[in-house]
């Protein structure tokens, strides 16, 4: 499989529209990656985690600290 050159531009109206009026040739296969952010608010970590924050009950009080003794069983230091 051939790889091309790289060709950047922003979605405009739901369409992209190439940075320096480049065009790929009508049919050619594209792959499409996201490389930056858009005007949207990207919500946080902790937006994203909002249904399980909090629900764990009865967890030791040393878990951050000693998290390798109780997931891996490794000694307490």
Do not use: C, W
Not at 33 to 46: C, I, K, S
């Amino acid at each position: 499989m051939s790889h091309g050159r790289d060709v950047y531009g922003p979605v405009q109206n739901g369409v992209v529209v190439f940075e320096r009026g480049l065009q790929p040739p009508e049919g050619t296969r594209v792959r499409v990656e996201t490389v930056g952010e858009t005007d949207e608010a990207t919500p946080t970590l902790a937006e994203r985690l909002s249904a399980v924050i909090g629900v764990a009950r009865g967890l030791p009080t040393d878990l951050a600290e000693h998290h390798d003794h109780y997931v891996h069983g490794t000694p307490k230091p």
